[in-house]
């Protein structure tokens, strides 16, 4: 029984990975907690390439974020909603 060639050099190269093209984006303000249980982090963002550069835009962000961090933003369009400040029972106001 012979190998098939096709089958080997699959195995040889391995998976490819492909990434998408992100844009950075400088964090230059926290605005505050955004979600149901406040897990993301409400952002105001300047856009630093790409078609939107030097565009500021608001952005919810999961995880730690500090002002001057990088954001790596696969899309520059869309605007995450403003927060309701006095809604909720425990709103947090960063300013």
């Known amino acids: 029984m012979a190998d098939n060639p096709k089958k080997k050099e699959e195995i040889k190269k391995g998976p490819q990975i492909n990434f998408t093209h992100g844009f950075p984006a400088s964090v230059e303000e926290i605005i505050g907690r955004s979600g149901t249980r406040g897990e993301a ?7 630093l390439e790409g078609r ?3 565009k500021i ?5 999961k995880g730690p ?3 001057g961090d990088i954001l790596m933003l696969r ?7 403003p927060l309701n ?3 909720g029972r425990g709103s947090i106001n960063f300013k």
């Open 52 to 54: 939107d550069q030097n």
């Open 41 to 47: 982090v409400q952002v105001r963002c300047k856009v």
């Open 57 to 61: 835009i608001r952005r919810n962000v």
């Open 85 to 87: 400040r006095g809604a």
């Open 65 to 67: 974020v500090q002002i």
């Open 75 to 81: 899309e520059t369009e869309i605007e995450a909603r």
